[in-house]
């Protein structure tokens, strides 16, 4: 195994007062959830890239100016 792994697995071995091989399995699982959460991460941002680029193609969408949305917020204070 290579130092860039056996080193940080025996530190937290020993901080956690376990043995060497829990620690490689507790770092391989902490790996593996931030792998999936990138993955998770990389999937979202796709999907809102997809969905900003289909209304930037879409030039019937059509959105409040600055002074519309300040009335309507406004509005919504009164009521």
């Known amino acids: 195994m290579p130092p860039s792994v056996l080193d940080p697995a025996e530190r937290l071995a020993r901080e956690l007062g376990t043995t060497t ?13 931030a792998r999936e ?25 059509t959105f409040p100016s600055t002074d519309e949305f300040r009335q309507a917020m406004l509005a919504g204070r009164r009521d």
């Open 37 to 61: 959460h990138r993955e998770q991460l990389t999937a979202l941002a796709s999907e809102r890239r997809a969905a900003a680029e289909s209304i930037d193609g879409d030039r019937s969408a």
């Open 21 to 33: 091989n829990d620690a490689i399995v507790r770092l391989a699982e902490e790996g593996a959830t």
